[in-house]
Each structure stands twice: as structure tokens, then as C-alpha cells.
């Protein structure tokens, strides 16, 4: 079967189907091995991407900009101190504006409805750069870094273990439903997912064979090919910042507790920014079963595939 996600959106993993997602994987995979040969492609040449911040970002940022960059388009950094967001000029207003003078737009903020306002009024595609409640690209980039650990993912276990209903947690569940891989989030039940999403990711995982799990219990990592974090404050929160390290501190990721997944082979991921020694040890984040820089590199290669799918007619 042939995908073709030609000026397609990517706001939520939730609308791509388990094939496309593996068609973004293996572009991603072909747009890594190209960059290693040094060639130079100009796929973006006479195209705009607008990149809309609300919220801060190195990888992100760094990823969207580079990658479109280097093959010939020419991106835009727009903050909220530079652009209305639905302040003095209506979100739907900007969007219609916007949609007249580029070829696509990403959006990182708080609200999962500006992304798809946007995407609505401007009829050019929107990517998420993360919201409060998904982070779409990033999934993309761990699961192509576990694609390069494991190679076929279908019934590998990861987990999750720290803030279970933020983006990353959110996002890392509806991928593994889609692709078959065992999802276990640890977590205290104050920070577990929300349940329609859960409910709905196991709905998904009835095709394709994964176990979404949720538990408060560390033991629940034992058999775990991949151990997963983030920070326990994300952007947005930062008025909550005692209760989550009263909640999390008996979750860090230490190599104690790396030992408990009974697998030598297992490895590390986090999305990065790290809170070094919080919700991980420098031990593991630096150690030998860590693919964090990977995983940040792998931001890059996945985001340019994502623009080449939903830009170019044949990628
Ligand atoms: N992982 C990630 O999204 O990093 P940034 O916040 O630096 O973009
Ligand atoms: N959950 C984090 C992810 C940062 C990439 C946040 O939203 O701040």
C-alpha cells in the first residue's frame, strides 16, 4: 500500500494510522543515511515554514529550523513578543494570514486548540511542537531511536516512569498502541493519564497486540527494553514544582533502579531537557545504556521527514 501524507497536519499521532507512522519511521531512517553521506538536497528551495513559539525550545526549535534550513526553505522564528496569538488579532485571523504567505507552520504552546485552529484557518499543514498535551514529534524520534536499538518493535516493553499524564507520557502511549510495543507507565496515581486517552489508546492496541499498563509500582519495570523519563515540572507548571518533587522523588531514574528491568541489553531514553540528578542520575543519563543524545539527534532527521512527506509530492 502506498502513503502519501501530501498536506497532511501532524497534531496528534491519533490521526496517523500504524502504517503511515511507519512510513514516517523508515523516510526518517532514509533522511538520517543521506545526511551521513554529506550530499546536499534542496527539497525545501521556495518554501516558508513559520515556527510559532509560545514556549521555549532548544531541539525543537534547532530541528525545524536546520532541516528546513539546509535544503533551501526559509524558516521564520515568530515568539509571542513578535506575533499575535489571539490577543489584539483573533488565532483564526492569524491563521488565514498566515496560510497566504507560507507553505506550513509549527506551532509549540500551551493549548492543543490553537494547533488545530490553526491548522483549520490557515489550509497548509500545521505540525505540533508540543502542546500541554502532546508532544507528536518527539515520539517520533524515540521510536526511531528504539528502531535503532532493537530493529522490530512489535512486543518490546517501555517504560515510562515519572509524570504519566504529561505530553511525552501522552504521546509515547498512542504510539505504542498503534506499533505494538508494551506500555507500562510508573507513576503515583495523583499524575497517572487521563483516562479517555487511555481508554482509547487500549482500544487501539486491540490490533495491534500491546499491553497499556499503569501501576505505581517500580517492580512494574522489571523486563523493560527501554526505561523512559521526563522532567517532573513541565513548562506551564512551574507553580507546582513541591508537589511533584514530594510526588516523584521515590521515581527517579537511578542505576539502582535501571538493575530492576533484569536486562543488560536495556537502554535509557529521555526527551531532554534534563533535570540532571532529579528525575535522573547523571550516572545513567552519562552511562553506557543511555541513547539521550541519540534520541535528541534523531529530532532532526524525524522532523525533516515529517516536512518532506507533507510538502513534497514524492519525498
Ligand atoms: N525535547 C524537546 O522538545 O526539547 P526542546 O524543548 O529543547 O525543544
Ligand atoms: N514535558 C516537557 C517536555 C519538554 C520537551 C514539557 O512540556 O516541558
Given at each position: 500500500m502506498s502513503v502519501s501524507l501530501l498536506g497532511r497536519s501532524l497534531l496528534t499521532l491519533l490521526d496517523y494510522s500504524p502504517e503511515e507512522i511507519q512510513y514516517l519511521l523508515d523516510l526518517s531512517k532514509k533522511v538520517k543515511n543521506e545526511a551521513k553521506t554529506g550530499r546536499v538536497f534542496s527539497r525545501f528551495t521556495g518554501k516558508t515554514?513559520?515556527?510559532?513559539?509560545?514556549?521555549?525550545?532548544?531541539?525543537?526549535?534547532?530541528a525545524f529550523e536546520t532541516a528546513f534550513g539546509e535544503e533551501?526553505?526559509?524558516?521564520?522564528?515568530?515568539?509571542?513578543?513578535?506575533?499575535?496569538?489571539?490577543?489584539?488579532?483573533?488565532?483564526?485571523?492569524?491563521?488565514?494570514?498566515?496560510g497566504r504567505m507560507f507553505s506550513a507552520i509549527?506551532?509549540?504552546?500551551?493549548?492543543?486548540?490553537?494547533?488545530?485552529?490553526?491548522s483549520k484557518y490557515s489550509n497548509i499543514p500545521v505540525y505540533n511542537g508540543l502542546t500541554d498535551l502532546y508532544h507528536p514529534t518527539q515520539a517520533l524520534a524515540d521510536f526511531l531511536t528504539l528502531r535503532e536499538n532493537f530493529g522490530e518493535l512489535k512486543g518490546k516493553?517501555?517504560?515510562?516512569?515519572?509524570?504519566?499524564?504529561?505530553?511525552?507520557?501522552?504521546s509515547l502511549m498512542i504510539i505504542s498502541s498503534k506499533l505494538g510495543v508494551h506500555f507500562t507507565i510508573i507513576a503515583p496515581?495523583?499524575?497517572?493519564?487521563?483516562?479517555?486517552?487511555?481508554r482509547r489508546c487500549e482500544e487501539i492496541a486491540k490490533s495491534s497486540g500491546a499491553v497499556i499498563t499503569v501501576s505505581p509500582d517500580k517492580n512494574s519495570?522489571?523486563?523493560?527494553?527501554?526505561?523512559?523519563?521526563?522532567?517532573?515540572?513541565?513548562?506551564?507548571?512551574?507553580?507546582?514544582?513541591?508537589?511533584?518533587?514530594?510526588?516523584?522523588?521515590?521515581?527517579?531514574?537511578?542505576?539502582?533502579?535501571?538493575?530492576?528491568?533484569?536486562?543488560?541489553?536495556?537502554i535509557f531514553l529521555h526527551c531532554l531537557?534534563?533535570?540532571?540528578?532529579?528525575?535522573?542520575?547523571?550516572?545513567?543519563?552519562?552511562?553506557?545504556?543511555?541513547?539521550?543524545?541519540?534520541?535528541?539527534?534523531?529530532?532532526?532527521?524525524?522532523?525533516?521527514?515529517?516536512?518532506?512527506?507533507t510538502l513534497i509530492k514524492e519525498p
Amino acid at each position: 500500500m502506498s502513503v502519501s501524507l501530501l498536506g497532511r497536519s501532524l497534531l496528534t499521532l491519533l490521526d496517523y494510522s500504524p502504517e503511515e507512522i511507519q512510513y514516517l519511521l523508515d523516510l526518517s531512517k532514509k533522511v538520517k543515511n543521506e545526511a551521513k553521506t554529506g550530499r546536499v538536497f534542496s527539497r525545501f528551495t521556495g518554501k516558508t515554514l513559520a515556527l510559532l513559539f509560545e514556549k521555549r525550545s532548544t531541539r525543537t526549535r534547532c530541528a525545524f529550523e536546520t532541516a528546513f534550513g539546509e535544503e533551501g526553505g526559509h524558516p521564520v522564528f515568530l515568539s509571542t513578543a513578535d506575533i499575535q496569538l489571539g490577543g489584539k488579532e483573533s488565532l483564526e485571523d492569524t491563521a488565514r494570514v498566515l496560510g497566504r504567505m507560507f507553505s506550513a507552520i509549527q506551532f509549540r504552546g500551551f493549548k492543543q486548540e490553537t494547533a488545530e485552529i490553526l491548522s483549520k484557518y490557515s489550509n497548509i499543514p500545521v505540525y505540533n511542537g508540543l502542546t500541554d498535551l502532546y508532544h507528536p514529534t518527539q515520539a517520533l524520534a524515540d521510536f526511531l531511536t528504539l528502531r535503532e536499538n532493537f530493529g522490530e518493535l512489535k512486543g518490546k516493553k517501555l517504560c515510562y516512569i515519572g509524570d504519566g499524564r504529561n505530553n511525552v507520557a501522552n504521546s509515547l502511549m498512542i504510539i505504542s498502541s498503534k506499533l505494538g510495543v508494551h506500555f507500562t507507565i510508573i507513576a503515583p496515581a495523583q499524575l497517572n493519564p487521563d483516562d479517555a486517552l487511555k481508554r482509547r489508546c487500549e482500544e487501539i492496541a486491540k490490533s495491534s497486540g500491546a499491553v497499556i499498563t499503569v501501576s505505581p509500582d517500580k517492580n512494574s519495570i522489571e523486563g523493560a527494553d527501554a526505561v523512559y523519563t521526563d522532567v517532573w515540572i513541565s513548562m506551564g507548571e512551574e507553580d507546582k514544582k513541591e508537589e511533584r518533587i514530594r510526588l516523584l522523588s521515590p521515581y527517579q531514574v537511578n542505576q539502582t533502579l535501571m538493575e530492576k528491568t533484569g536486562k543488560k541489553e536495556s537502554i535509557f531514553l529521555h526527551c531532554l531537557p534534563a533535570v540532571r540528578n532529579q528525575e535522573v542520575t547523571d550516572e545513567v543519563l552519562d552511562g553506557p545504556q543511555s541513547r539521550a543524545w541519540d534520541e535528541a539527534e534523531n529530532r532532526k532527521h524525524t522532523i525533516k521527514a515529517v516536512m518532506l512527506a507533507t510538502l513534497i509530492k514524492e519525498p
